[in-house]
C-alpha cells in the first residue's frame, strides 16, 4: 500500500466533510452571528468563478485582519435574495432576515487594494429561508425539492427568468417584481441593509434582490476534523491504525492472549477481553445495550493506557459520553486531575490554569521510580494471592461437586466408609470456602487501593519527567492558550 493511496482516501473525507461544511444555516443575516456585515452594490461578484470584486479599503483591511487571526473559525459569505419576516426559534419568537442562498468567497489583496472573489461559483440554498418561505406559504415541497428546483445554473438573463418564473408557479403570493431588474442589470435595485431596518409590513411578502457579505463562524463540529484531514491530505503517512482501517490484511488472524489488567476496579471476564483484545489489534469494536459497563470498559481501559505515560483521546459523536466516561474516570475509578473535558468552550480557561500549575511546580510531585517499583512488586504480590486463591476456590466447587454427588446417593459398605471419612476430614481441615472468600475480598480492595496510589504516583513520575525535558513546550502551549 503506498502512502498516496492513503492520502487520497483521506482527501475524499475531506471533500465529503468540506461539502456537508458549506450547508451553513443562517437565520438572520443582519443579526449577531454575522460579523461586518458590507452590501456591495452589484451582484457581479455572484456571477461565475473568475471576477474579482472590488471592496472598500478600509472594510477589507478590516476583514483581512480578522481572517489572518480566525480563517480557521471563521469564514467569509455572502447572502443573496432575502426574505424578511419572524420565527419560532425554541419557542421564542425571532426576527429573521433569510438568505436564499449562501457563497462562500474569498478575501484577496493585491497593491494595498482588496478584493472578493467567489470559492464555489454553486451556493448552497439556506435552510432557514425554506423555513420561513413554509412558514408563511403553503407548499408540498420539501426542502431537498425546494434547493433543487430554485438554484439558478448562473445569475445571467436566463437564470433570473427560471428564478421569477419558479416562485410564480409555487410561491404565487410572493413578490418578485424586483427580480426583473436584474434581468438587465447587475445594479442591486434596492438599498438592502434600509429594507432590513423599515418596519413596513409590505416587505415580508417581497423577495428582496440584495447582497451582503459577512463573516460567519463555521460548524464546530465539521471545522476541527476539516482542519486535521486538510493537514493529514498534504503529508506522507505513516500512521498504522490508518493503513490498517483502510487496508486490513483479513488473512492474518490473531488469538488474543490473556494477560493480567490492573486497574483500581474489579472487571467482568468479558470487560478483560477487550483489553486483550487492543493489545491484539488496531481496532476493536465492542457492542452491548446500555447498562453492560461500555462506559466503565473505556474509563479502566484509559487509566490503563495512561499509567503506562500514554495519552488518550476519547470521541464521541455527543459531549454527554464524553462526560460519562470522564465521570467515571475521576469519580468511579477515583482519578480527578488526569483528564481534561473539551465539551465546553471554557476548558481553554481551566487548562491555561492547571499548565500554569505545572509550570509553577504546583501539584507536582517528585515521585522517586523506587515507589513506583515497590508499588509494582506489590501489586504483584497482592496478584499472586488472588490468583491463588481463585484457583483454590476453583479446585474447592470440583471437590463441593465430589461430595454432594457421593453422599447424595447414601451409598454403605467398608470402602464407603473411608471414602465419607476422607471426604470429611478434607472439608473440615482444608481452606474453608468463607475463609478464602473473605481472604479474596480483602486482597481485591487491597488491590484496588494499591492500583490507585500506582496510577496516581506513576502519573506524576511521568509529569515530572515531561516537565524537565520538555519545559519548554509547556510554556509554547501556556501562551497560545493564553493568546
Known amino acids: 500500500m503506498h502512502p498516496e493511496q492513503l492520502n487520497r482516501i483521506i482527501s475524499f473525507y475531506k471533500d465529503c466533510y468540506l461539502h456537508d461544511f458549506r450547508a451553513v444555516n443562517v437565520l438572520n443575516f443582519m443579526g449577531k452571528k454575522v460579523e461586518k456585515p458590507y452590501a456591495p452594490e452589484s ?7 473568475g471576477v474579482w470584486f472590488s471592496v472598500e479599503e478600509e472594510w477589507g483591511k478590516e476583514m483581512a485582519a480578522e481572517l489572518a487571526i480566525h480563517s480557521k473559525e471563521k469564514s467569509l459569505y455572502a447572502g443573496a ?6 420565527m419560532k426559534v425554541l419557542g421564542k419568537d425571532t426576527k429573521a432576515f433569510c438568505p436564499l442562498f449562501l457563497y462562500e468567497l474569498e478575501l484577496k489583496e493585491e497593491d494595498e487594494l482588496y478584493f472578493l472573489t467567489l470559492v464555489n461559483p454553486i451556493p448552497s440554498v439556506n435552510p432557514s429561508f425554506f423555513e420561513l418561505l413554509r412558514n408563511n406559504y403553503e407548499t408540498d415541497l420539501n426542502l431537498e425539492q425546494f434547493s433543487e428546483m430554485v438554484l439558478p445554473p448562473n445569475l445571467n438573463f436566463s437564470g433570473i427568468d427560471g428564478m421569477i418564473t419558479f416562485f410564480s408557479t409555487y410561491f404565487k403570493e410572493l413578490d418578485v417584481h424586483w427580480l426583473k431588474n436584474l434581468m438587465v442589470s447587475d445594479r442591486v435595485p434596492i438599498d438592502i441593509q434600509a429594507k432590513y431596518r423599515s418596519r413596513d409590513k409590505k416587505l ?11 463573516l460567519l463562524e463555521k460548524p464546530s463540529g465539521s471545522r476541527g476534523i476539516i482542519n486535521e484531514l486538510n493537514e493529514l491530505s498534504k503529508k506522507k503517512i505513516n500512521l498504522p491504525v490508518l493503513q490498517h482501517l483502510f487496508f486490513p490484511n483479513e488473512n492474518v488472524i490473531k488469538h488474543p492472549a490473556e494477560r493480567e489488567v490492573n486497574v483500581p476496579a474489579c472487571l467482568s471476564g468479558n470487560q478483560k477481553k477487550v483489553f486483550y483484545s487492543m493489545d491484539t489489534y488496531h481496532e476493536t469494536v465492542v457492542v452491548g445495550p446500555p447498562g453492560t459497563g461500555k462506559s466503565f470498559t473505556i474509563a479502566a481501559l484509559a487509566s490503563e493506557l495512561m499509567a503506562d505515560g500514554k495519552s488518550v483521546l476519547i470521541a464521541s459523536k455527543n459531549n454527554q459520553a464524553g462526560r460519562v466516561v470522564a465521570s467515571k474516570i475521576e469519580n468511579d475509578l477515583g482519578l480527578k486531575g488526569l483528564v481534561v473535558k473539551t465539551a465546553h468552550a471554557s476548558y481553554k480557561k481551566s487548562l491555561t490554569s492547571k499548565i500554569k500549575n505545572i509550570l509553577m511546580g504546583i501539584r507536582v510531585k517528585d515521585v522517586p521510580k523506587r515507589r513506583i517499583t515497590e508499588l509494582e512488586n506489590h501489586l504483584q504480590k497482592i496478584n499472586r494471592s488472588i490468583s491463588k486463591d481463585e484457583e483454590l476456590l476453583r479446585k474447592r466447587s470440583e471437590q463441593e461437586k465430589t461430595w454432594g454427588n457421593f453422599y447424595s446417593e447414601e451409598k454403605t459398605g467398608f470402602i464407603n466408609k473411608i471414602k465419607s471419612n476422607w471426604y470429611s476430614f478434607q472439608k473440615f481441615n482444608g481452606d474453608q470456602v468463607w475463609d478464602v472468600e473473605k481472604r479474596l475480598r480483602l486482597n481485591e480492595e487491597s488491590r484496588i487501593k494499591t492500583t490507585k496510589k500506582y496510577f496516581k504516583d506513576k502519573f506524576q513520575y511521568f509529569l515530572r519527567i515531561q516537565l524537565n525535558n520538555r519545559r519548554a513546550e509547556f510554556q509554547q502551549l501556556l501562551d497560545a492558550l493564553s493568546e
Open 81 to 86: 435574495f432575502f426574505l424578511k419576516g419572524r
Open 43 to 49: 451582484f457581479k461578484l455572484l456571477t461565475g468563478m
Open 204 to 214: 415580508e411578502s417581497i423577495l428582496l434582490p440584495g447582497i451582503i457579505v459577512g
